[in-house]
């Protein structure tokens, strides 16, 4: 959240809770009944001067301050995808060129109107998801080498819940192999200890068979959301999709390479497109400092 105040307290100069400015950025599914217990709990904490924002105003804010000075000739639109650990969040932004001011602007050394055109970014639409993410990777995996491994085979399914300690040791060898795969079209991970006889099990898998294995779990979903947001936006017209000029794509599970796939595929673009990547894993907390200091 931002903290929009310069007041101090009156003991020891730390400020008081009472005069900052938190801004809570939520999900856009989040319910108004979570909203408003968020707003309760600050209240009750005496964090009076409280907001509660969607992570895409804060995403907006941030793409707006980056590149709210830099003039465009038409309506921008640009597709932004986050991708976490355990959510995902699809927006489109229009970044708007405003009539230029006539007051207030001042003549620059080179000639050219400092101050006299100004930008807007505006939220067209959002989709989230509270259970896609890149965990599901992981769960992916886990399942398919609790089925087909050999070397697994033999334990009961209690012994590998994911609560238990081998369990644990196999998603978080499923988990690495999903990042060595983010780099190399395929690669092997060794887990120590939960074989048979507490042996070590060797992981091995490709990007292809990870693509797979995760299709209707998180490529089918993830398009299905961008199919969405795009829809809801009410851009693309007769020629589908083509008035898309960026894609931003940030959080973890935006690196990895078939999720790169997914998106590309989703708006019709080949492979030799190149994401910006304006934003990055701070944007949100950075979004709500501007917002709160806006609000202030």
């Known amino acids: 959240g931002g903290d929009t105040s310069g007041n101090n307290d009156g003991d020891g100069g730390e400020k008081s809770v009472r005069n900052l400015h938190f801004v809570f950025a939520v999900p856009p599914s989040y319910p108004a009944s979570a909203r408003d217990a968020l707003m309760d709990a600050a209240y009750a904490s005496s964090a009076n001067g409280s907001s509660v924002v969607d992570s895409t105003e804060c995403t907006a804010a941030v793409y707006e301050r980056k590149f709210g000075d830099v003039e465009v000739e038409k309506e921008k639109i640009v597709l932004v995808v986050e991708m976490g650990h355990a959510r995902c969040c699809v927006s489109i932004l229009k970044k708007v060129p405003t009539t230029p001011t006539t007051t207030g602007e001042e003549e620059g050394t080179d000639g050219t109107i400092e101050g006299g055109t100004a930008e807007e970014v505006q939220v067209l639409s959002a989709i989230s998801s509270p259970t896609l993410g890149a965990g599901l990777v992981d769960v992916a995996l886990y399942r398919h080498f609790l089925a087909s491994h050999t070397s697994l085979s033999h334990h009961s399914p209690e012994t590998f819940g994911t609560s238990s300690r081998p369990g644990q040791r196999l998603l978080e060898g499923c988990r690495k192999l999903k990042h060595l795969l983010s780099m190399l079209p395929e690669n092997t991970v060794t887990v120590e200890n939960i074989g048979k006889n507490d042996g070590d099990v060797s992981l091995s898998c490709t990007r292809e068979l990870m693509k797979e294995l995760c299709r209707e779990s998180v490529i089918d979903r993830l398009n299905g959301m961008i199919e969405s947001a795009i829809e809801k936006a009410g851009v693309g017209g007769e020629a589908p999709l083509g008035e898309i000029d960026a894609v931003e794509i940030t959080g ?26 304006s934003l990055d894993d701070t944007s949100l907390a950075f979004g709500a400092s501007l917002i709160g200091n806006v609000a202030s």
């Not at 973890?252 to 994401?275: L, N």
């Open 252 to 277: 973890g599970g935006s690196r990895i390479p078939m999720v790169q796939e997914a998106i590309r595929t989703a708006i019709g673009r080949g492979d030799d497109f190149v994401f910006a990547r």
